[in-house]
């Protein structure tokens, strides 16, 4: 047997995320024994146990790890062909039938770098209608992953260019962002011992997948709120230098001297065979 059905993979990870037969059926909206019948048959079919059931609870197997990791790849890759093929053929809900990109941008970095591509793409012939699609920390992975997005901005170190194809467009130094008020705006340079632990002004913590990361800095969701905060002295950021295009009147920028370098890519799904894509990645390239 060298197939597995989507509905299978579907019960088989409800089950594998709960550990829990009774929760994984509620979630699927289905009742535990037809649930439970299609898990064995799924596991005499494979030749393989994927759970291993006892008085405590439910637990993977070996086998079980495997298939969960790529059943979820699977899950994701069939969502991004319907997503695609949807925006591909004009069928998703905005009524036209002109070609149409979604790039998935990280909020609030590299305005110009992104003035510059879109508007020397829109006067590409052939050219598509570009959606922006702003994203928080290392969200633009997986929305290239599920299919809501086409091509994306991935900065490293902080995305993973892992299965995708990419072309670097451009590295710059980090400025630590905080209030103009603030006694480290007058310096000339900081470090990130500086900038670690101030008293007052803790680091904001934007989502990453869904999650923030431990700290005492306010949760961030978008850049709107990023900036009311810093301005009225409630938390510090660090961005690319580039970020100096959105600052506020009450924002100051101080270089750091032991930040990380950042370095722009423009990435895409490796299989990609789309005609539009490739335009913007070449517009991009010339940039």
Request: hydrophobic share 45%; aromatic share 4%; charged share 25%.
């Amino acid at each position: 047997m060298d197939t597995l059905e989507i509905r299978e993979l579907r019960y088989f990870i409800a089950v594998a995320d709960e550990l829990h037969f009774g929760r994984a059926a509620e979630r699927l909206g289905i009742a535990q024994p037809p649930l439970s019948r299609a898990i064995q048959q799924l596991e005499r079919r494979l030749g393989v146990a994927l759970l291993e059931r006892d008085r405590r609870g439910v637990s993977l197997t070996g086998a079980g790890e495997v298939l969960l990791q790529e059943g979820r790849a699977a899950l994701d890759a069939t969502a991004a062909a319907v997503r695609r093929t949807r925006r591909a053929g004009g069928a998703d809900g905005r009524g036209g039938t002109r070609d149409r990109l979604v790039l998935a941008v990280k909020a609030g970095a590299f305005h110009e770098l992104l003035n510059k591509l879109l508007d020397a793409y829109s006067n590409e012939p052939g050219a598509a209608e570009v959606e922006i699609l702003p994203s928080g920390t290392c969200e633009q992975e997986e929305m290239l992953r599920d299919g809501r997005a086409d091509v994306a901005l991935m900065h490293t170190p902080f995305n993973s260019l892992t299965g995708f194809d990419s072309v670097e467009l451009m590295t710059e130094a980090q400025v630590a962002i905080l209030p103009v008020r603030h006694p480290l705006a007058a310096r000339k340079t900081l470090s990130m011992a500086d900038i670690a632990d101030v008293p007052g002004l803790p680091l904001a913590r934007w989502s990453s997948n869904g999650t923030f990361p431990p700290g005492p800095g306010p949760e961030v969701h978008d850049q709107t709120q990023l900036a009311q905060l810093i301005a009225l002295g409630r938390t510090m950021t660090v961005f690319p230098e580039s970020a100096r295009t959105w600052l506020w009147d009450e924002h100051a920028a101080v270089p750091l001297v032991d930040a990380p370098e950042v370095t722009t890519h423009i990435a895409w799904p490796a299989h990609s065979r789309s005609r539009v894509l490739a335009g913007l990645v070449e517009t991009a390239s010339r940039l």
